[in-house]
Each structure stands twice: as structure tokens, then as C-alpha cells.
């Protein structure tokens, strides 16, 4: 009983501190006179209301969270919060549909950037700001849930990190407690983020287009203002700063506090995964956009390098982000696009996916496999940089990755099952589960999500959820020995 309310106690806090976030688009609306004053006032009166009703009933409460108990909570605010967040929206819009409001919030607070709304440019500035907020906040909360909840299970955040730090960069560099290490690493990103919204308006943007694509490229989140995404600019000053940041956001953010501690690139270069991944995505610019020259898709080599380079690191980055309609793109250059948003970003950022590490203990787990046949009587151990990789690790990594290609191979079925195409099926699905955002077909970068039936809607906002808590956090919850003392 006790686990229960120090859950109820936890979520209370979480949910009056949603609350306060609510009350700034509250001040926004009123300041801006948008006409969404009511549905913040009400959607902030009604959240800290229910956070009270949590808080304190509880207060006495042991605050002890025990592993279960952790892992329950994670599922709950992840699946849960949405509901109190979607208040603005359908107070707002009440034509809106409360499966369509919450794929909406979900979407943000997974860093998706998937959208049913059209009309974004003539939303209340409110009712924008509070999507890219959502943003913003989750993309803070997503850095703190590597760092404490999944080294729990061996299966990423900051074990994974120290697995793969070679060299000079240790982990006693960073902050030894968690919550010392959360505050330096909220600090790296709420400081690279003012840091973006300077340079983008310095680009072209006005402050307040700048502070929502900035807290939409720091979260790789993805949500613009506009209907036409970042197409709408047409500048390509914004999408260079957007790309930069956009890889910053990709790359562990313990690496760029330790690179920022020591005043020095050489963190950077002495990260597996951080040069890993900048080579592959780099890589695959320059080859996406030979692909689209030879096919004739853009005049010159330099205007599909711009447009190639934009799109291709948005989706390899699970931002979101769109400039051009890709999906009238040789079928190559998306489908390649997909295929990075699962294995790019790194652990410890706000990407999705696989992750890098996880792709390069699998590649050399998989090396070492040959060599063990090769040499059978050879003893070698699993290496990154001078780290040797436990076997604990390796097994968890391994489960891990099955896990996730069966949970998309299910998720495509279910909506070939409802009548979807398989291109929109599968594109819908990755894009999900990878929190990347835009699809192909009938979710292609020119549409959006609203077209799709509620049940459909219902299995990608699953995807995105299970995507975002990384599987194993949730479906830990449905296995009973977990349960067990």
C-alpha cells in the first residue's frame, strides 16, 4: 500500500509542476490577447487542483521508491500526464477529439513532432508555445530518465555511456550523484538552447518563432508553427542553424558537459559514438544528395546537397523537422532517411531509436562471433575504445534490439490489419517508435497524422510511447518475476 501512495505522492508533484508550466501559456495568452485565456486558466486550475488532491492526502507517505515502484511511475507519467496536458487543447478546440488531443500531447512529450492539427500558422501563439513547450520540458525529462532509470536494467543512458568512454574521458568527469548530474546536464541544455534561439533569430526568425524551433530542435521534437514546417522560411541561414543544433541535440549531452568543463573538442573526438554517428549521417548527406541530382530532382548538386543535408539530418535525428516534401523524393533517399532514425542518435540525448551504442556493441558482438569461429579456441573480449564491454550488457543490448524490431513488426501488421497501405503502415510506424515524426504516404511531411482513423491513431500513440520509454520499461511491468521480492 505504501508503494501505491508514495506513486500517487510523486505523480502529484509531477502533475502540480505541469500545472505551473500550464500557467505560463496562461500569462502568454493573456498578454497576447489570443483567446485561449479560458482553456489555461481552466486546464491550470483543473491540474493543480488534481495535483493538490495527490500531494498532500500523501505527504506522509515513505518516499523510498523502490525499483517496481520506479519503473511503474516512469509508465504513468509517461501515459498518464498526457491526459491533464490535452486540457488546454480541448478546452480550446472542443471540435477536437480526445484520441486526436492526446496523440497531439503525446506526440510532444515524446519528442515526436507527429501532428493532427492543420492551421498551426493561425493557432493562438498560447496554444503553440504550449505544444513546443511540451517539447522542451520532455526533452529535460528524457536526458534525466537515461541518466537514472535505464542503467537500472543495463539497457542504455549513462552505463552505456561509461561502457563505451574510452580514453580520457572517464566518467569521473561527470558529477558523482544523479541529481548533480541531472542539474549539470539541464544546465548544458537550457544553455544551448538560449544559445539557439539567439542564432535563429539572428537567421531570420522572430523571437518567437525562434524560442519554439529552438526548444523543438534542442527536444528533437520537431513541432513547428507553421503548416509548411520550416519550408515556410524558405532560408536556408535557419536551416543551417537548425542543422547544427539538430546534431548537437543528437550527441550525449555528458559528452558536451564534459567538452564545455574542459574547454576542449577532444571529448567529442575521443566518443565512439558521437564520431560514429557524425560520419554516417555527414556521409549519407553527401550521398543522398548525389542520388538526387543523378535523378534530376533538384537543377544543381549544391541546391540538393541544402535540401538533402536539412531533411536527411532532421529524420537521422528523430527531430521531425521538414523543408521539402521528401516523399515525392526517389524512394531511396526516404526510406534511407527512416533506417537512420532507428540506429543514429546517442545514448544520453534526446534522440530515439536504437541508439548508436547499441548499433556498435551489436556490429562488434557480431565481429567477435566470426572470429570465435574462426578461432574457436581463442579467448577475446568485447571491446570499445580500451573499455572491455560486460557480457551483461552485451545480453541486454541483444534483448533489447530483438525486442524492438518485433514491437515494430507487430505495430505494422496492426495498421496493415486496419486498412493502411504498407508504405504508409511501416513509414507511420518507424516514424513513431523512433519519435521521428513524419512518414511517408498518407503521413508523408505534406500531410499529417489527421487523416487517420481513431484506432490508427490509437496503435501510433502506443508506438510512440513504447519508443520513448525505450520498450523495456514498459513491457518489464507485464513480466512476473519482476514483481517478485
Known sequence: MNVILTIIHIFGVVTMGFSGLMATCLLTSK?????????????????????????YPTLNTPKKVSRQAGFLLV?????????????????????????????????????????????????PMSINLWRHELNWIAGMGIIIFAVAILPILGIGGMQLYKAETPGSVKESELPPRIAQTAKALWLVYAGISVVCIIALRLAGMSWFDAICHAFAAMSLGGFSTHDSNIGFFNSLSIEVVLTIFQLIAAINFATHFIAIKKRSFNPYTDDMEARAFLI??????????????????????????????????TIATDCGFASQDFNQW????????LFLSCLSASSGSTGGGIRMIRTIILMKQARLELFKFIHPSAVKSLKI???????????SVTGFIFLYFISI?????????SGMDFISAFSAIIACFNNAGPGLNQVGPATNYGSLTDFQIGVCTFAMLLGRVQIFSIVILFVPEFWKK
Request: with cysteine; charged share 5%; glycine share 6%.
Open 31 to 55: 498578454i497576447a490577447e489570443d483567446g485561449a485565456t479560458t482553456a489555461f486558466l481552466l486546464g491550470t486550475v483543473i491540474t493543480l487542483i488534481a495535483g493538490l488532491l495527490m500531494f
Open 75 to 123: 509508465s504513468m507519467t509517461w501515459s498518464l500526464m498526457p491526459v491533464f496536458c490535452t486540457l488546454p487543447l480541448l478546452l480550446y478546440m472542443p471540435q477536437l477529439s480526445f484520441v486526436d488531443a492526446y496523440f497531439e500531447v503525446v506526440s510532444g512529450l515524446t519528442t515526436t513532432g507527429a501532428t493532427v492539427l492543420s492551421g498551426l500558422d493561425t493557432l
Open 280 to 313: 554516417l549521417v555527414l556521409g549519407s548527406c553527401v550521398i543522398a544528395a548525389a542520388v538526387l541530382y543523378q535523378a534530376g530532382t533538384y537543377p544543381d548538386f549544391f541546391t540538393a546537397l541544402r535540401h538533402a543535408s536539412f531533411n536527411l539530418v
Open 330 to 337: 526517389p524512394i531511396f533517399v526516404p526510406m534511407w532517411m
Open 385 to 395: 575504445g580500451d573499455t572491455v564491454i560486460n557480457n551483461k550488457i552485451v545480453t
Open 409 to 417: 513488426v507487430i505495430l505494422v501488421f496492426t495498421l496493415l490489419l
